[in-house]
């Protein structure tokens, strides 16, 4: 099993970097990145230690990279990871991109996973594992489905806007637009972009799909053939899960299995979004995107020390990894429930206003 995560550097032209929203720029946003991606492998390896390690990168000047004075390419070489150099050529939205350029990076990251003879989980470099992943593992061995996960879990209520303002009926009517496949849903899941885990030959047909929707889109989005815009005013550019999430639903003969409760779940431990459960101490696989620069970046600290108590313990606790988000007994649980049922309250004032 190769378990796989990516670092993309993403300036353009003119030196501008894109906009990510789960920055708040603390730190320089490629040093967050590869803090994030040595933390990624280190609690994969301590979990997963017989599996290979693969991070794929268009950095070019890696040779004295350090991260708080601890070097990247020693790091990889003392921990065994394989750095492979991709360039980001391919899938690059360029102009047409507004926000999370970068994430596109991760289609030219499985179109190469294609090309490998063991079965592949690419996941996002601000995940954390917190047990081993067999479980995981047999889901995709011998081609038996591909992994991936139903984030926001809306199949019974595929008109519902939040979050994003963006419906499953919505996603569906554009996707209508674009003839290159054809859905096979009514209403298209929203698949999460951090993760995806399948064989070589499932991830083939993936990155082909993908390969031909990214440059059909490209060019409807350029000779403004055809509006590759949502109802919300989003591209499909300005979000890599919004292709991928096309081709996804357009599959035909490959199971899905979603992830979503049995292995992983994008969890949010901020004030106003909080939506950790006792229950995630079970799941092998955290993604924590609001904790780039803090949670992660302290947990970075604690385990570059070779003597910390997540190495010297035979199988750290899940207990153990969350105290570093405030997890499971968040500080602001009592504001992060009121701002929840706020949310509520709003949402269920603006569909009775509109009835």
């Known amino acids: 099993m190769n378990i796989v995560t990516s670092v993309c550097v993403d300036v353009d032209e003119e030196g501008k970097s894109n906009h990510y929203p789960a920055l ?5 946003k490629r040093i967050v990145y590869w803090r994030c991606c040595i933390t990624f492998c280190m609690t994969s390896i301590k979990f997963n230690p017989n599996e290979s390690h693969l991070v794929y990168t268009n950095d070019k000047n890696m040779e004295d990279l350090a991260i708080h004075g601890h070097g990247v390419i020693d790091m990889f070489l003392k921990l065994g990871i394989e750095l492979v ?6 899938f690059d939205p360029k102009e047409c991109s507004k926000r ?3 994430a596109f990076y991760k289609h030219e990251v499985i179109c190469d996973l294609a090309n490998l003879d063991e079965p592949s989980i690419l996941l996002d470099s601000d995940c954390i594992w917190t047990k081993s992943g067999e479980d ?10 591909l992994l991936l996960q139903d984030t926001y879990q809306r199949g019974s209520r595929p008109k519902i806007k939040s979050p994003h303002n963006l419906s499953m009926e919505d996603m569906g009517k554009l996707y209508d637009r674009i003839p290159v496949m054809k859905s096979q849903a ?5 698949y999460g972009g951090e993760l995806i885990g399948g064989s070589a030959s499932h991830l083939k047909i993936v990155s082909d799909s993908m390969y031909e929707v ?3 889109c490209m060019d409807q989005e350029r000779t403004k053939k055809n509006s590759m815009t949502f109802d919300n005013g989003d591209s499909v550019f300005d979000n890599d899960e919004y292709i991928s999430s096309y081709v996804y639903n357009s599959l035909i003969g490959i199971s899905i299995h979603d992830t979503r409760r049995s292995f992983t779940k994008r969890i949010w431990t901020l004030p106003d979004i909080f939506n950790f459960r006792r229950k995630d101490l079970n799941l092998a696989i955290w993604h924590l995107p609001g904790e780039k620069e803090s949670g ?4 970075f600290h604690e385990l570059i020390d070779p003597k910390s108590i997540f190495w010297e313990s035979t199988e750290p606790s899940a207990k153990f990894l969350g105290k570093f988000f405030n997890i499971p007994r968040h500080k602001s649980v009592v504001v992060a429930v009121f701002f929840q049922a706020l949310e509520k309250w709003r949402n269920l004032s603006k569909r009775v206003a509109t009835q």
């Open 85 to 90: 150099y991709l360039p980001f050529e391919k």
């Open 24 to 28: 708040k720029g603390i730190d320089d």
């Open 186 to 190: 009514e209403y298209p899941v929203w």
């Open 100 to 102: 999370f350029r970068n």
């Open 214 to 216: 990214f440059n059909y």
């Open 136 to 145: 995981i593992f047999k889901k995709i061995d011998n081609d038996k489905c």
């Open 296 to 299: 992660l970046r302290e947990l």
